[in-house]
């Protein structure tokens, strides 16, 4: 009988030590699960925030022209980018740009821009909703351009941000704020030497993104005489 029990007990005692191990390795796997988790949530707060649907498409169309605004596409931003609520009928497009989180461009680009800078805008925004970092957006955006997928204009166009609610990147430190109505025209890879600006918004125009496939010529519409001359919207690789 003595020799029966031992054997029992050793069974019993490698139970529970089976028991405790897997109760560990639930515990580890879901330490595990909860970091990755914590992972996902911080990288999903570089996504910008969004808001009520109507505000925001009349946040969009608050970039147009009276006459363009009825007839222009409209996007908004959803949790995994943008989705287009309303086809174009005259070639435009509205849309609220986030070049960073917490920026705020209205826009509203004509058929050109809606052919070559939207398609970057949207993948930027369906990026940033996967939580890649900035740092990986930059080299994904600059990787396509290099391969021909994203393509700088390719004519004279015209970007409209008329709406008086743009708060925009003032420089590469992630800086933002107010920027007066404006008009942008196309200007792929020119410099403000090129037009003859030193940079300064107090002037008729000056360009944004300088040297980039996406720069910008600025020129603001009025209001821009008080604003101190570091106010100028930086443009961007993303």
């Known amino acids: 009988m003595e020799n ?3 054997p029992r007990t050793g069974k019993v005692a490698m139970l529970m030590r089976i028991c405790v191990l897997g109760l560990a390795a639930q515990v580890a796997v879901r330490a595990w699960a909860m970091a990755q988790s914590t992972q996902a949530q911080a990288a999903g707060t570089q996504a910008p925030p969004l808001i ?3 505000k925001e498409i009349a946040l969009a169309l608050s970039a147009c022209p009276t006459a363009v605004a009825s007839k222009a596409a409209v996007y908004v931003l959803e949790k995994s980018g943008y989705v287009r609520v309303r086809d ?3 070639g435009f497009t509205a849309i609220v740009q986030h070049s960073q989180p917490a920026a705020q461009e ?5 058929a050109e821009g809606t052919r ?3 398609p970057r805008i949207l993948k930027v925004a369906e990026l940033r909703a996967q939580g890649k970092s900035p740092e990986e957006i930059q080299r994904l955006v600059a990787d396509a351009f290099a391969k ?3 393509q700088p204009p390719s004519r004279p166009g015209v970007d409209y941000m008329l709406s008086t609610e743009n708060i925009v990147p003032l420089d590469n430190k992630g800086t933002i704020g107010h920027f007066p109505p404006h008009v942008m025209f196309y200007g792929p890879y020119m410099t403000n030497v090129d037009l003859g600006s030193d940079g300064n918004i107090a002037g008729p125009a000056f360009v944004a993104g300088e040297g980039t496939p996406h720069a910008l010529i600025i020129v603001p519409l009025g209001g821009h005489a008080g604003h101190a001359s570091s106010d100028k919207p930086a443009g ?3």
């Open 4 to 6: 029966q029990t031992i």
């Open 88 to 90: 174009s009928q005259n």
């Open 236 to 238: 961007g690789s993303q």
């Open 52 to 54: 009520d649907r109507q």
């Open 116 to 118: 070559t800078i939207l």
């Open 148 to 150: 021909g997928i994203f």
């Open 106 to 110: 209205p826009q509203c680009m004509d």
